[in-house]
């Protein structure tokens, strides 16, 4: 959008280099503040170019201050979560790449509202762009795309923003800071690893079966196989040697059994794989549970068991409604 307003008004090259180190760098809070620009050309850049695409911005911290939940809008209406956690090593900032989902996983909050539509790239940004500025002194280190959406329905607008991310001119973040969570499209999958944009990538999985994951992700799991889409991230694991984070929700006895983990295992025997574990949030409109701290231990036993790597994820933001699966516009 920069190099357009250059080229309309036929500036100099040095004047995109003078806005990135403002915009993305320097944390200022209105073109006004673009001080080494002249009036007449912030007053154009007022006109024609929005500071934040999404407006009314509204906090909800939780009570232990290492979570905040926000609630912004797009111009035509729509709602929009994103959510900073801090802990004493790490400040990661979850976006979202669309108002609503369109996937509508039956644990999932945001999945119950659908889809009201896809994120623009400076959408996007604007989330990140909005807790570095409140930040001040302090740095995110980590962006995960695990907030509202499915990225890969909205591939192109995602790796714009990855873009402009890792862009050292702008934002600057390492590639392997980044995160992309998805529950498995296989064509858009396949296509956005062909790109190699060098980001982490986590797989909603949440069923080491087909069967099961019909049941709980029906709108993905038809058309998309648990078979071919294992094929395709052991190609990319053999290809890249990189590894693969798998989600797990832990729903009681739903797929949290000790036979569960079996085939989990047998699923990702010889994989460079990581499974994050996660509990279940409770939501009044969902008829799910969490799993209790038995069963959660007896299923990373036997994963442990079977030499399969496991994590079991710290849920932030329970207060807020800001824990996994839990966004949506209450």
């Known amino acids: 959008m920069f190099r357009r307003f250059l080229e309309k008004y036929k500036l100099p090259s040095f004047r995109l280099k003078q806005i990135y180190e403002q915009y993305y760098k320097s944390n200022i809070s209105s073109w006004d503040e673009l001080t080494t620009w002249s009036k007449d050309l912030r007053e154009k850049l007022i006109r024609e170019i929005p500071f934040y ?3 009314n911005f509204t906090d909800y911290p939780s ?13 035509d209406g729509y709602p929009v979560e994103s959510v900073m956690m801090k802990n004493k090593k790490r400040i990661t900032v979850c976006i979202s790449c669309m108002s609503g989902c369109p996937v509508r996983c039956k644990f999932c909050a945001t999945g119950q509202m659908g889809k009201n539509r896809n994120l623009d790239v400076q959408e996007i940004v604007d989330q990140v762009l909005y807790f570095k500025r409140k930040l001040g002194d302090k740095n995110i280190t980590n962006i995960v795309f695990m907030g509202m959406g499915e990225p890969m329905l909205n591939l192109d607008n995602v790796l714009g923003a990855i873009k402009v ?15 992309v969570s998805t529950v498995g499209y296989i ?11 060098g980001v982490k990538l986590a797989i909603s999985l949440h069923a080491p079966t087909q069967e099961l994951r019909m049941k709980l992700m029906p709108t993905v799991a038809k058309a998309n196989k648990l078979d071919d889409l294992m094929k ?15 989600e797990y929700i832990l729903l009681k006895d739903i797929n949290d059994d000790v036979e569960h983990a079996k085939e989990l295992a047998k699923l990702l025997k010889n994989q460079i794989a990581l499974v994050n574990i996660i509990n279940f949030n409770r939501s009044e409109n969902l008829p799910f549970e969490p799993s209790s701290r038995k069963r959660v231990d007896a299923f990373r036993n036997i994963l442990d068991s079977r030499e399969i790597n496991n994590t079991l994820r710290y849920s932030y933001g329970k207060d807020i409604n800001a824990a996994c699966g839990q966004l949506a516009n209450q």
């Open 63 to 75: 009570k232990d201050k290492r979570t905040i939940k926000t609630l912004s809008y797009t111009t």
């Open 165 to 179: 991310f890792t862009n050292k001119d702008m934002l600057g973040f390492g590639h392997r800071r980044i995160t």
């Open 232 to 246: 395709v991230l052991i190609r990319y694991q053999m290809s890249k040697g990189k590894r693969v984070t798998y």
């Open 53 to 55: 695409k999404l407006t």
């Open 187 to 197: 064509k858009q999958l396949e296509e956005f690893l062909k790109k190699d944009t």
